[in-house]
């Protein structure tokens, strides 16, 4: 093998499943020691093409070279022998063993009892050359998120991985732990070590990537360097026209205050308590966005405002109107609209027609229902309207829900819950999962909520998001509301270190 020899090559993989082209002729190089990111919104065709490399599926046509050679990857057991990884973006842990036996799981050799002799030292030595700082004694479930994505990445380099992929590492990190995974990373490919780095976050590729690959409809459209390109050249190249990544935010006269949240404490779905004496304030004409990591007491928050989850001390108020405790028709009678954080879960019955998702609410209230009956012809006015004006893309007015792309999903979402004018918009994580272009017209929406004098709280784990959307920003850490800050006093820093729970940046 010669110095030029690509330490990977995908050449003209081809992958189809039935109705769908999901790779279609995609060729891709990965040099020893190359930081290589994978840019593509969702349905790019990113992960069937490292299933492929990683040997969950094979390709119709082409072929995986590993060091200039056929790889004969089949299976990830063989992917592993061949000094290839993966990290998923859900890791692949077993919370009740310690991080040695994590590690020691499935090496050669071990039989039914695990053998971690030796493990522990080697942990601490690549922990030590690495930058991943982890107690090899320690159980997995005491880790916090960015601490198990360390165990995830030794596992890698205990078995000697030569290329490693990385899918959405950064989705669930504070931002001084993105530093930190980047240090490491760059580390790992000073030592030769090839990484594919899998993401949807723009300004990471810029910071982090030697090259960058795009893919769109099971394409390659275009491959550059950060040096050569933009944010918005990158977004034109995954979408295939102009994106405006930052919405325009005119001016609005703040108004009074529409949703009150006061000393507020929700318990957990396993009994602890999850949200402690929250206190926060919306007004008209604004957006308040809350940043926090998951799994920090958002979701029970928002559950427990909207009605959906049982309060045990303090009070919701909308527009002066105490509505702590009561169902959610009370609740959303009282002016509140929620755009939940589980789509599919809690947005979309998925078996329901898209006409049916869209009345899901009022179908019982005039004009679409009289004595008990409903008017048909009212309802597919009304739906033929909404899917129009908010731009959902369906076949038809009687598609399943569920066969709809997760962007028009949300979209759908967003028109029921808007039809009815607002004055209180709860939307969490209003952009997970959806596509660069969808989200861009996601956040145009929320915008012009705030324009037409709706109080708006946004609750997303994406910083870049909430740094983009919000007029005030709250910060939430360990089920606490650390800090409430206005858009212009915020920075990156300061909020990175609130959300790693630092009071005194308060």
Avoid at 464 to 489: C, K, T, W
């Amino acid at each position: 093998m010669d110095d030029m020899t690509p330490l990977l090559e995908l050449a003209g993989i081809t992958k189809r499943f039935p109705g769908v082209l999901a790779n279609d002729d995609v060729h891709l190089e990965v040099a020893p020691g190359e930081i290589h990111a994978l840019l593509g919104e969702n349905g790019a065709g990113k992960s069937t093409l490292m299933n492929i490399l990683y040997g969950l599926y094979r390709p119709d046509e082409g072929e995986v070279r590993l060091n200039g050679e056929p790889s004969g990857i089949e299976s990830p057991a063989d992917a592993i022998e061949a000094g290839v990884g993966m990290i998923h973006q859900h890791f692949m842990l077993v919370p009740t063993l310690t991080v040695a036996e994590n590690v020691a799981l499935g090496l050669a050799g071990n039989g039914v009892l695990l053998d971690t002799s030796g493990v522990a030292e080697r942990v601490g030595e690549l922990s030590s050359r690495y930058g991943l700082s982890v107690d090899p004694e320690a159980y997995v479930w005491q880790l916090a998120v960015g601490e198990r994505q360390r165990v995830e990445i030794i596992k890698a380099l205990y078995r000697d991985c030569r290329l490693l992929v990385l899918d959405e590492p950064t989705a669930v990190l504070t931002p001084i732990e993105v530093e930190e995974l980047f240090v490491t990373l760059r580390t790992m490919a000073t030592d030769g070590v090839g990484l594919i780095f899998i993401t949807h976050k723009l300004g990471e590729v810029l910071a982090l990537a030697d090259r960058i690959t795009v893919m769109r409809d099971g394409r390659v459209t275009g491959e550059t360097v950060p040096s050569a390109t933009s944010k918005g050249e990158l977004a034109n190249m995954m979408v295939g026209r102009p994106v405006q990544l930052a919405p325009d935010r005119p001016m609005v006269e703040v108004g009074a205050v529409r949703l009150a949240i006061d000393g507020l404490r929700v318990d957990g779905d396993r009994g602890t308590e999850a949200v402690k004496e929250c206190g926060l304030e919306v007004r008209a004409g604004e957006i308040v966005g809350i940043a926090g990591v998951s799994g920090n007491g958002q979701r029970e928050l928002a559950e427990a405002v909207v009605g959906l989850r049982s309060v045990t001390a303090g009070r919701v108020a909308i527009d002066g109107v105490d509505v702590t405790g009561m169902h959610p028709s009370r609740v959303r009678a009282a002016g509140l609209a929620y755009v939940p954080e589980e789509r599919m879960r809690d947005g979309v019955v998925a078996e329901f027609s898209v006409a049916e998702n869209l009345i899901l609410v009022d179908h019982n209230r005039p004009p679409f229902c009289r004595r008990g009956l409903l008017r048909l012809g009212a309802i597919a006015d009304h739906c033929r309207d909404l899917v129009e004006r908010f731009m959902v893309k369906t076949p038809t007015l009687d598609t399943p829900a569920g066969n709809l792309s997760g962007g028009n999903i949300q979209k759908l979402i967003l028109a029921r819950e808007l039809s009815s004018e607002p004055g209180v918009l709860l939307a969490s994580q209003p952009t997970r999962g959806v596509d660069i272009g969808a989200a861009e017209y996601i956040h145009r929406r929320l915008i012009e909520e705030r324009g037409r004098g709706a109080a708006v709280l946004v609750i997303s784990e994406d910083l870049d998001e909430v740094l983009a959307l919000s007029d005030r920003i709250a910060v939430m850490s360990e089920g606490r509301i650390l800090a409430v800050m206005d858009r212009d006093e915020a920075t990156i820093q300061r909020i990175g270190l609130l959300m790693a729970g630092s009071e005194a940046v308060a």
